[in-house]
């Protein structure tokens, strides 16, 4: 018996063997140090919960950060068993749910805001839950691999935009696809790693939707744009120096859409001839570019391929 089982030790050793794996680690110090002080970070799943939580309470890494689970958080024990070790946090009743209003004794998110968000700044991480009301008072800026809740109005959009936190390639590199299964945490850290580079040139482009005046909406568009060109640009040359890897499919080609999507709307806004040649060229070189690189997975997910490709046979419609 000691010989199968030292025969089976050995022979797994090297799977099962994490001594030296520190990619989990390595993000949550990194989120950890780029939150404001005294930060309360709303989180919802294994990931983000444990990461966070182990580093601040087991580790004594940022303790003026208070993590708290917005799952755990509607389960009648939490907030008297965890509660008590949070006295900075206000909990504006027995417990939270994401359908308070029809209980006066519990709260929702936007309750939960209204009761810390002067006192504290406030972010939900990775993968938010939502209420069954929308959020009527707070917007949420994405900020890096989380967002913070702001109140509405409050906050220059454009130029946080062009200056929100984004992973760092200076400071963080993510864990490397080929390392690991599909389903493990450290392939989750890098699915958000490449979705958080590309989100402040998402936000950008749908603010700029939202927003009615042709010149701002041409200003968000260019915002976005330079954004995309530049992450592209950092991208690319990281996975060709082999420092970061890329997933099954070719992410760089993401990039290229988006940067097609930007001047195809600004194309379609514009007045003067001279710029509607300039965008429409723009508009058909990523596009063209994202069609001929993008994976073929890429083409089975993604709904506006075939626009996309309707687009680049009729230039200038």
Known sequence: MLSIRDT??????????????HDVENFGRHMLSIMPSHAILLTSGDLSTNT?????????????????????????????????????????GIGYSPRARFNKHLFDLEMFLDANIEKRPV?????????????????????????QFVRKG????????????????RTYLPPRAEKFDEGSWET???????????VPGRFLWQVGEATKNAGQKKQY???????????KTDIKRLIEEDKISPLSWNHTSYFSKYMGVQCRQIWLISSNTRDREKYNKCQYKYLKEYVESAAEVTRKIDRDFEKIQMILRNPGV
């Not at 939900?124 to 967002?147: A, E, G, I, T």
């Not at 568009?221 to 530049?230: G, H, V």
């Open 123 to 147: 972010f939900v991480c990775l993968k938010p839950r939502k209420d069954s009301r929308p959020l009527s008072k707070y917007d949420m800026l994405p900020y890096s691999f989380c967002h």
């Open 52 to 92: 966070f939580r182990y580093l601040t309470v087991g580790e004594g890494v940022r303790p003026d950060i208070d993590v708290l689970d917005m799952s755990f958080m509607g389960s009648p024990w939490f907030i008297p068993i965890v509660g008590k070790h949070m006295p900075r946090v206000t909990f504006p």
């Open 188 to 198: 989750v850290v890098l699915h958000e790693y490449w979705n958080a580079k590309a």
């Open 221 to 231: 568009y260019l915002a976005a744009f330079e954004y995309l060109k530049k992450a």
């Open 154 to 169: 409050t906050v220059d959009t454009l130029s946080y935009g062009k200056n929100m936190p984004t992973p760092d390639f």
């Open 8 to 21: 089976l030790q050995h022979s797994n050793y090297e799977l099962c063997n994490r001594s030296e794996n």
